[in-house]
């Protein structure tokens, strides 16, 4: 899956501007995985991987525990790719949704759950970046 397909995905499943719920928008991404192939999956899985890796930066930290730090980057990539984008572009972009506990945790288990509905079993992966907080050794670099 390249990054235009992952980021229309997205958009695709994302529930209304009006209900922006994560736990809608995993339910619909896990419907739409498990509907494809295993190799989709895993497109799908890298690209949310170097997303989230990309926002692993000390400067969208805010003091946030590792936990709420990768679940408020999940929000921003749960936002779409226009949000995703800007928070590139600058920082205090991402500033709401540290301050206000925006979480998007249900995305990260959506291509683990689409794995398990298509094959019967559990995915024991490793994507090629690690979303983890502070995996991003040169975003943490001073």
């Given at each position: 899956m390249n990054e235009?397909?992952?980021?229309?995905?997205?958009?695709?499943?994302?529930?209304?501007?009006?209900?922006?719920?994560?736990?809608?928008?995993?339910?619909?991404?896990?419907?739409?995985?498990?509907?494809?192939?295993?190799?989709?999956?895993?497109?799908?899985?890298?690209?949310?991987?170097w997303a989230l890796y990309r926002l692993d930066r000390k400067?969208?930290?805010?003091?946030?525990?590792d936990d709420a730090f990768l679940y408020t980057r999940a929000a921003v990539v749960a936002a779409g790719r226009t949000v995703f984008d800007s928070v590139l572009q600058d920082p205090a972009v991402f500033t709401p949704y540290a301050t206000d506990?925006?979480?998007?945790?249900?995305?990260?288990?959506?291509?683990?759950?689409?794995?398990?509905?298509?094959?019967?079993?559990?995915w024991d992966r490793d994507t090629r970046y690690s979303y983890e907080s502070c995996s991003n050794t040169e975003g943490w670099a001073d």
């Open positions: 235009d397909a992952f980021w229309q995905l997205i958009e695709d499943c994302r529930p209304t501007e009006d209900n922006p719920d994560a736990v809608l928008l995993a339910a619909a991404l896990t419907e739409r995985l498990a509907q494809s192939s295993v190799s989709l999956v895993i497109g799908f899985a890298e690209q949310l991987s400067e969208y930290g805010h003091d946030l525990s506990l925006v979480w998007a945790e249900p995305i990260l288990y959506a291509p683990d759950q689409a794995y398990r509905r298509i094959t019967g079993e559990e």
